[in-house]
């Protein structure tokens, strides 16, 4: 009864993966956030010239820049989608997605940045938001390489029979399917939050808060299926992974590159130690022959 319980979240699960990954909706949604970001571009061109409905141009900034803000948001709402769906595979493809989202978020904080310059840039008066976006840019651009290190890294697999792997893949379904969920209150809850009082919402900073204790709960599901310690190490690592990128997140820059270079280093470093002393992955060495 709860193993078809189980297939009949999963199956949901499944066919919501497929209706948002598929390459034919990822193209309309990707058409729908250009269109998007062009209709900000003239809704903002519309205020400036005093056309807007008074009602529309309260909610409307007047800041082009915020139509690239937008446009970064939207995208990595999509990313936030693809890490939910990944979560069913592994805990470290999970976090290497996880770490893709931070180097966006940086990216666009880059980009935030240009709101603090002056309509003719000095080098002397804007050197601080200058020197933000360099080392912002710098740090995506480092998780990016060490992200390509990462992937490159053996991992080591656990063995298990057929009956415990499926259900364990089920389970991981499910608390994605809850997730999703999840964040999907949360997205409206803040847009409606946004429309109301006008004020930033901090919607990543919640959903990576969130991820902590997903990440706690799948640290639990897997030490169901696997009693190994090194596994149980690597899993909790991976956790302590998250909650630097969710401090990564809340810092103001240039803190917040710095400790998202030191999460990328830490999980790089955890994966390394695990693969070269895990003994799933140390070759075991030839016996001695015995001296007659």
Not at 14 to 31: F, G, I, K, N, Y
Not at 36 to 45: C, H, N, R, W
Request: charged share 15%.
């Amino acid at each position: 009864m709860i193993l078809r319980i189980l297939e009949f979240f999963g199956n949901i699960f499944d066919a919501m993966h497929h209706a948002v990954e598929h390459p034919t909706p990822q193209r309309r949604l990707s058409t729908w956030i250009f269109w998007t970001f062009i209709a900000a571009l003239a809704g903002i061109e519309a205020k400036r010239l005093g056309i807007l409905p008074p009602g529309l141009a309260a909610h409307t900034p007047d800041n082009y820049l915020e139509a690239i803000n937008l446009a970064f948001t939207l995208i990595l709402i999509l990313e936030l989608l693809s890490l939910v769906f990944i979560i069913s595979c592994s805990l470290s493809r999970a976090l290497i997605k996880q770490f893709q989202i931070l180097a966006l978020i940086l990216l666009r904080n880059a980009f935030k940045e240009l709101t603090h310059l002056q309509e003719s840039i000095n080098i002397v008066l804007d050197w601080r938001p200058i020197l933000h976006i360099g080392i912002l840019g710098a740090a995506a651009l480092g998780i990016f390489i060490c992200l390509g290190i990462y992937q490159r890294l053996p991992q080591p697999t656990s063995r298990m029979e057929s009956d415990m792997r499926m259900r364990y893949v089920l389970s991981k379904k499910i608390l994605g399917l809850t997730l999703l969920v999840f964040f999907f209150c949360v997205g409206v809850e803040d847009l409606w939050l946004f429309y109301s009082t006008g004020n930033n919402t901090r919607f990543f900073e919640t959903i990576y808060t969130v991820l902590i204790f997903a990440d706690v709960a799948l640290v639990l599901i897997a030490q169901r299926y696997m009693h190994n310690f090194h596994a149980t190490f690597r899993n909790v690592g991976f956790v302590l992974a998250t909650l630097l990128i969710r401090i990564a997140l809340g810092a103001p820059p240039p803190w917040d590159a710095l400790i998202g270079i030191c999460a990328i280093l830490y999980a790089l470093a955890l994966t390394w130690a695990i693969t070269r002393f895990d003994p799933r992955t140390i070759p075991l060495r030839p016996k001695k022959p015995e001296r007659p």
